[in-house]
C-alpha cells in the first residue's frame, strides 16, 4: 500500500530566541523549551522581554565589554559609539544586522532570535528522546506567546504528533478564537496564564483586556480539558498579589470555568537588566520578590478554595 502522505509541513519556519534543556518546572517530566518570539502583550513585569519583538534583536552585555572598539569599526550604520563610559548605541540608526556581533571577540553584543524550521527543531528534540521517555516528559513551547508564530507552531506540533513526543504550551490566551480551537486538540497540556482579574486593570498592565483570554479558557474546559490546564498566576507585588485580585481569580477559576483544579503561583523576580541590555524601559516600580509569608497565604486561600497549587512552574 502506498504510504500515507505527511501533513507535516517539515520547511516551516519559526523565529525562536532560545531552546533549553532539561527543564523540569514547565510541564511533566524532563522537557525541553523552545521560545518562539513575538507577543500581543507588554506586560510590565515581563521575564522574557527579548520575546515580545517578533523579529530578532540585539542585546548587549556591558560587564563582557572590553572596550576594543571593534563594534564601532564594523557598523556599517555608524550606530555605535566607543566612549568612556562604554559602548553607545543610538538604536534609530541601528537596522540589528548582526555585525557587530559577528564580530564581537567577547560576545558583549549578541542577537535575540533564529529562524528555524520544523524540521531542524525535530532533529534537536529527537537528542533527548531518552529522557522523554524515561520522565514521561517532552517539548513546551513558549515565548513570548507561541501563538503569534501560528503556523510554525501548527506544523511543529503535527510533527511531535507523529513522532510521539509529548506537547505542552504555555500561553497568555490572548488568540483569535480560530486559531486556538484549531490547534488545542494537538496539545497534551496548556499553561495557561492568569494575571488580573478586572479587564482595566489587565488593560492597564498587559497592554490587552482579559475577554478573549477568559472565553479561550471557557472554551477549552468546556471541551472536557479540564484536565490538561495548569492556571498559571505570576506573583507580582501590589499588583497581581492584592487580595481583591487574588479573590477576583479565584472567584472566576470557581465559578466560571469550574473543573480546572491545577494552579501554579509564580513568585516575581526582577529582571530589569534584561531591559537595559535591550535598550527598553522597564516599568515596574518594584524589583524584590513578594513576601515568603504573603506567597503561603495566597497559596492557601486557592488550597482553601479547592485548587492544587505549586509554587513556582
Same mark, same amino acid.
Request: charged share 20%; glycine share 8%; net charge negative.
Given at each position: 500500500?502506498?504510504?500515507?502522505?505527511?501533513?507535516?509541513?517539515?520547511?516551516?519556519?519559526?523565529? =525562536?530566541?532560545?531552546?533549553?534543556?532539561?527543564?523540569?518546572?514547565?510541564? !511533566?517530566? #524532563?522537557?525541553?523549551?523552545?521560545?518562539?518570539?513575538?507577543?500581543?502583550?507588554?506586560?510590565?513585569?515581563?521575564?522574557? !522581554? *527579548?520575546?515580545?519583538?517578533? #523579529?530578532?534583536?540585539?542585546?548587549?552585555?556591558?560587564?563582557?565589554?572590553?572596550?576594543?572598539?571593534?563594534?564601532?569599526? =564594523?557598523? !556599517?550604520?555608524?550606530?555605535?559609539?566607543?566612549?568612556?563610559?562604554?559602548?553607545? #548605541?543610538?538604536?534609530?540608526?541601528?537596522?540589528?544586522?548582526?555585525?557587530?556581533?559577528?564580530?564581537?571577540?567577547?560576545?558583549?553584543?549578541?542577537?535575540?532570535?533564529?529562524? &528555524?524550521? =520544523?524540521? *531542524? &527543531?525535530?532533529?534537536?528534540?529527537?537528542?533527548?528522546?531518552? %529522557?522523554?521517555?524515561?520522565?514521561? @516528559?517532552?517539548?513546551?513551547?513558549?515565548?513570548?506567546?507561541?501563538?503569534?508564530?501560528?503556523?510554525?507552531?501548527?506544523?511543529?506540533?503535527?510533527?511531535?504528533?507523529?513522532?510521539?513526543? /509529548?506537547?505542552?504550551?504555555?500561553?497568555? @490566551?490572548?488568540?483569535?478564537?480560530?486559531?486556538?480551537?484549531?490547534?488545542?486538540?494537538?496539545?497534551?497540556?496548556?499553561? %495557561?496564564?492568569?494575571? &488580573?482579574?478586572?479587564?482595566?486593570?489587565?488593560?492597564?498592565?498587559?497592554?490587552?483586556?482579559?475577554? &478573549?483570554?477568559?472565553?479561550?479558557?471557557?472554551?477549552?474546559?468546556?471541551?472536557?480539558?479540564?484536565?490538561?490546564?495548569?492556571?498559571?498566576?505570576?506573583?507580582? !507585588?501590589? #499588583?497581581?498579589?492584592? /487580595?481583591?485580585?487574588? *479573590?477576583?481569580?479565584?472567584?472566576?477559576?470557581?465559578?466560571?470555568?469550574?473543573?480546572?483544579?491545577?494552579?501554579?503561583?509564580?513568585?516575581?523576580?526582577?529582571?530589569?537588566?534584561?531591559?537595559?541590555?535591550?535598550?527598553?524601559? %522597564?516599568?515596574?516600580?518594584?524589583?524584590?520578590?513578594?513576601?515568603?509569608?504573603?506567597?503561603? /497565604?495566597?497559596?492557601?486561600?486557592?488550597?482553601?478554595?479547592?485548587?492544587?497549587?505549586?509554587?513556582? @512552574?
Amino acid at each position: 500500500m502506498p504510504q500515507k502522505e505527511s501533513v507535516v509541513d517539515w520547511n516551516a519556519q519559526g523565529t =525562536v530566541f532560545d531552546v533549553q534543556r532539561f527543564a523540569v518546572h514547565d510541564g !511533566p517530566g #524532563i522537557r525541553t523549551l523552545v521560545f518562539l518570539k513575538g507577543c500581543p502583550l507588554s506586560c510590565w513585569w515581563c521575564q522574557n !522581554p *527579548e520575546g515580545i519583538s517578533p #523579529i530578532p534583536e540585539l542585546m548587549h552585555f556591558e560587564f563582557r565589554c572590553m572596550r576594543c572598539g571593534t563594534c564601532q569599526e =564594523v557598523c !556599517p550604520q555608524d550606530a555605535l559609539e566607543l566612549t568612556q563610559g562604554g559602548v553607545v #548605541i543610538d538604536r534609530t540608526q541601528c537596522t540589528r544586522c548582526g555585525v557587530c556581533a559577528h564580530y564581537c571577540p567577547t560576545t558583549a553584543w549578541q542577537m535575540v532570535g533564529f529562524t &528555524l524550521s =520544523v524540521k *531542524e &527543531l525535530m532533529q534537536e528534540l529527537e537528542k533527548d528522546r531518552l %529522557y522523554y521517555d524515561q520522565s514521561g @516528559g517532552g517539548v513546551t513551547f513558549t515565548g513570548g506567546e507561541p501563538f503569534m508564530q501560528a503556523r510554525f507552531l501548527q506544523h511543529a506540533l503535527k510533527a511531535c504528533k507523529e513522532l510521539g513526543i /509529548h506537547t505542552a504550551v504555555e500561553t497568555s @490566551g490572548f488568540v483569535p478564537k480560530d486559531i486556538f480551537s484549531q490547534l488545542a486538540p494537538l496539545i497534551d497540556v496548556f499553561l %495557561y496564564d492568569q494575571k &488580573l482579574a478586572d479587564s482595566q486593570q489587565h488593560a492597564y498592565f498587559t497592554g490587552v483586556p482579559n475577554e &478573549l483570554i477568559k472565553e479561550n479558557l471557557k472554551a477549552l474546559a468546556g471541551s472536557g480539558r479540564a484536565s490538561d490546564v495548569i492556571i498559571r498566576i505570576p506573583l507580582i !507585588p501590589g #499588583i497581581t498579589d492584592t /487580595h481583591e485580585n487574588i *479573590e477576583g481569580l479565584i472567584s472566576f477559576l470557581k465559578n466560571d470555568i469550574g473543573s480546572v483544579r491545577r494552579v501554579d503561583l509564580l513568585p516575581f523576580h526582577d529582571v530589569g537588566e534584561k531591559y537595559v541590555r535591550l535598550g527598553k524601559p %522597564y516599568r515596574m516600580p518594584t524589583h524584590e520578590s513578594p513576601d515568603a509569608d504573603h506567597v503561603e /497565604h495566597i497559596k492557601a486561600l486557592f488550597e482553601n478554595s479547592g485548587f492544587t497549587v505549586k509554587v513556582g @512552574g
